[in-house]
């Protein structure tokens, strides 16, 4: 039985990831690839004779699970053909674009991603405020976007996962039962050489931003451009900054933009809404045009399909002899710093979001932490660092989709510009175990 239910674990991976492969490499929909995903997983438990009624359970908790990220999406799938409407991206790109000429435009976005997140705790708010000033001014100085999305993400995450207002970071210390006020400060020093590397890669991959002052000076004449267009960033920002949870911030920008949108040039329609904010100026179409709602289905059927895996491999319990062999094998203060952060990224792959990684890691590997005298603050940074840190750039990644939405930019583009996420991986599967080994020994003796 216990044969059977390794080999279901093994098949239902490979099965998952072969998928995804022949979705990226083909270009079908990735809800498709995820939702075959669950096919093994559904075989085991027919086998097995597991009462539907159990399986029908777990499916429901789980969609309910990421009820509030349907319905964030879909503001956000609502905020940017009205953050065009209202006007606010037309002040926003007016107001802020020529304070972007002092610094490479790839190193600004990196860091001032970094600072909002750390202040906010949420990398879809700090995005939702700064990507569309920056993908404009890219767009205005003919810089690649990827490069400058790739500069977004790696900035937003940092906060999304080390900030002490990040849900992302409390969620890890609290499954690997640590305390916050250690772990961050944790999470923080570990990230000192994939930030210094990433900001001084961040600073030679592009320009100064160049922006001819005339277009926006036509922009503001055309559009009649007001100061007080920009309330719905304004009251986004804000709300975050005093902790509103995110789905009422975003929600109440909507509304704001909304009602601006009744005073400002152009139809407000369900057309708009559904397919995008189109300028009535042709002239400055590439610059203002947005995404509406119909690029968000897409998207939502990611999350569904992704629910619906969740809640399979929940029921059947095919992660938990997948794990077991790698504790197994987790016989010193080394192996264990090294497969907690390779559990956390391959979990991160297969449940596609951060969630369920940090339950399942921290869950199954804080008894050998406790079993070897291990800092449990060491298991909490490494999944934050391993698992939580790659999210926004794993293309079936709820958070990868996310960035997508808001960017018009595709994961498998934008992912090898970021460089934060992937030199934080990377210094957590190599230095930073070396460097817990010393610490822990140290703090022993």
């Known amino acids: 039985m216990k044969d059977k239910k390794f080999i279901f674990s093994i098949i239902t991976v490979l099965f998952l990831m072969f998928l995804i492969v022949l979705s990226i490499t083909f270009d079908f929909p990735i809800f498709v690839a995820i939702s075959g995903g669950s096919i093994p997983g559904l075989m085991y438990l027919f086998l097995n004779k597991t009462p539907l009624k159990k399986l029908s359970r777990e499916i429901k908790l789980s969609f309910k699970s990421v009820s509030k990220i349907f319905v964030l999406l879909i503001l956000i799938g609502l905020y940017l053909p009205l953050l065009g409407k209202s006007q606010a991206l037309h002040a926003l790109i007016y107001t802020f674009t020529p304070l972007l000429e002092n610094f490479p435009l790839t190193f600004s976005a990196f860091i001032s991603t970094l600072v909002l997140s750390m202040l906010l705790g949420t990398a879809v708010g700090t995005l939702s405020i700064l990507s569309p000033l920056f993908i404009s001014t890219a767009i205005l100085s003919s810089i690649p976007l990827p490069m400058v999305v790739g500069a977004l993400v790696s900035g937003a995450y940092f906060g999304d996962r080390s900030s002490y207002l990040s849900t992302s970071a409390h ?129 939502l059927m990611v999350i569904a399909s992704s629910a619906l895996l969740n809640g ?19 016989k010193s203060i080394l192996s264990i710093i090294i497969n907690t952060a390779l559990t956390s990224a391959v979990l991160t792959i297969i449940t596609c979001n951060q969630t369920l990684t940090a339950i399942i890691t921290g869950d199954n590997f804080k008894e050998i932490y406790d079993e070897y005298n291990i800092d449990k603050v060491f298991l909490a940074s490494t999944i934050g660092n391993a698992g939580i840190g790659i999210v926004g750039i794993i293309p079936w990644n709820v958070n990868g989709l996310i960035v997508t939405a808001l960017t018009g930019v595709s994961t498998t583009v934008y992912f090898k510009w970021s460089y934060f996420p992937i030199l934080l991986f990377i210094y957590a599967i190599t230095i930073q175990p070396h460097i817990y080994k010393r610490i822990i020994k140290n703090t022993k003796n």
């Open 312 to 330: 399979v491999l929940k029921v059947s319990g095919l992660i938990k002899p997948l794990i077991n062999p790698v504790l197994n094998r987790s």
């Open 171 to 299: 969620l890890s210390a609290a499954v690997s039962e640590s305390n916050i006020l250690k772990t961050v400060p944790r999470m923080l020093k570990d990230s000192i050489f994939p930030f210094v590397l990433s900001g001084i890669l961040f600073f030679f991959i592009t320009p100064v931003p160049k922006v001819d002052s005339e277009i926006l000076l036509n922009m503001k004449s055309v559009f009649d451009i007001k100061i007080w267009m920009l309330l719905p960033v304004f009251i986004l920002l804000l709300m975050i900054v005093f902790k509103v949870p995110v789905l009422k911030a975003i929600g109440t920008a909507v509304i704001s933009a909304l009602i601006i949108s009744f005073f400002t040039k152009g139809k407000l329609d369900l057309n708009l809404l559904l397919y995008g904010y189109k300028s009535p100026v042709e002239e400055y179409a590439y610059l203002l045009n947005t995404n509406g709602f119909i690029n968000m289905i897409s998207v």
